[in-house]
């Protein structure tokens, strides 16, 4: 199983508690997550299924290679961070 979290910053505009799904990549761990909210998927993802601009994912702490296709693997227990990156000067 993999965990599926999302950061307080998140939260505080999409309710989305933490969940386990069964998922072989990013993708299908996030995916399987929106099956259940899909008010959290319009604001992680855009119309073309893709990370939106200021979101990041993370598994196991490290920052996913493959933003735009969420393809990185996932071990077994992994857990799935998504966060709302900051920017600005």
Do not use: W
Request: proline fraction near 4%; aromatic fraction near 6%; charged fraction near 20%.
């Amino acid at each position: 199983m993999t965990t599926v979290r999302f950061t307080a910053n998140i939260q505080r505009h999409v309710p989305c508690p933490p969940m386990e799904v069964e998922a072989a990549t990013v993708r299908e761990a996030l995916e399987a997550y929106f099956r259940t909210n899909a008010r959290a998927r319009s604001y992680v993802l855009d119309d073309q299924g893709r990370l939106r601009k200021h979101m990041a994912t993370f598994v196991n702490g490290t920052q996913t290679q493959h933003a735009d296709h969420l393809s990185d693997t996932l071990p077994d227990g992994a857990i799935v961070d998504v966060i709302q990156s900051l920017s600005g000067g």
